[in-house]
């Protein structure tokens, strides 16, 4: 298939191979985020169908048919989801928590910081490491919060919800997938 060129609308356009579109089951719920390859190969074989499209529009043409490139797709029939394991801790992920703020100072946060330094014994779990500005995380070296006088402005948690696997792999989810996936809890 090849591909129709779209009309400057001002929107990025995400390289072919990076591009993602979300998967949802029959029954609404995400699952996970395809490659474009895979999700036009589930519509043309007629196994999901287009719940929204590429927001510029664009069209993908073979000799006999068109396809209007996905951004969210829904399988036409329902597929029992038997695991869910817990939600790995990723920088992605992790940021995506903290919205990208620093948890001492509000800022923006660039890097990452384990409260309870590791050379103290602080273990790497969503619990302990925070976003971070680069300040903030220099200021603090391996010291405790104690030791500084400083708080937290939001007690860190594991993420929970069925979104949050989906999340912590993809670095930029598409604004039209944000209905589906819900409020994010922490």
Known sequence: MADQRPASTGLSV???????V???????????????????VLVVCGKAEVVHGDPT??????????VEIPSVIRLSSYVRVPYRGRVPLT???LMHRDRYRCAYCGGRAETI?????????GPHT???????CARCNHK???KLLSELGWRLRVVPAAPRGPHWRLLAGVADADPLWLPYLGEPAA
């Open 91 to 93: 920088r992605a992920g």
């Open 126 to 132: 969503w619990q302990n490491c925070v976003a971070s």
């Open 22 to 40: 979300l998967l949802l089951n029959a029954t609404f719920e995400p699952l996970t985020a395809l490659p474009l390859r895979r999700a036009v």
């Open 140 to 142: 603090k070296a391996d």
């Open 57 to 66: 529009g664009m069209v993908m043409h073979s000799a006999t048919s068109s």
């Open 113 to 121: 910081d384990h409260v309870v330094p590791r050379s103290r014994g």
């Open 14 to 20: 995400v390289p072919w191979g990076r591009r993602r």
